[in-house]
């Protein structure tokens, strides 16, 4: 069993910041890539950006390309999106979720353990 815990969400201005972070517990950390999604209020889940297991690897949507960033710290069991040049339709809930496999992945199936989800919403 894994646990996902999200932190850092928040209310920010357009063209602001916020850095997720998404700490783990239960399997290997390292072992495993890791994902951020996003959910909108009517609309569907979405994939982000995703990591893999040595961080070596990374894949972004083009929508946040150039402006959002993933990491990872395996000695923290701790995984990151950094957020930058915030629009409003960035506005979601956001979920980091740890896949099956240890390489990047795009695909949501892929993914079997999901944290709880941290408000971002981008307002002036």
């Known amino acids: 069993q894994v646990h996902l815990v999200e932190s850092g969400g928040g209310l920010v201005q357009p063209g602001g910041s916020l850095r997720l972070s998404c700490t783990a517990s239960?399997?290997?950390?390292?072992?495993?890539?890791m994902g951020w999604f996003r959910q909108a209020p009517g609309k569907e889940r979405e994939i982000v950006a995703a990591?893999?297991?040595?961080?070596?690897?990374?894949g972004y949507a083009d929508s946040v390309k150039g402006r959002f960033t993933i990491s990872r710290d395996n000695a923290k069991n701790t995984a990151y999106l950094q957020m930058n040049s915030l629009k409003p339709e960035d506005t979601a809930i956001y979920y980091c979720?740890?896949?099956?496999?240890?390489?990047?992945?795009?695909?949501?199936?892929?993914?079997?353990?999901w944290g709880q989800g941290t408000q971002v919403t981008v307002s002036s």
């Open positions: 239960g399997r290997t950390f390292s072992s495993n890539a």
């Open positions: 990591i893999s297991y040595t961080g070596g690897g990374t």
């Open positions: 979720a740890q896949a099956r496999y240890s390489l990047v992945t795009m695909a949501v199936g892929e993914y079997d353990y």
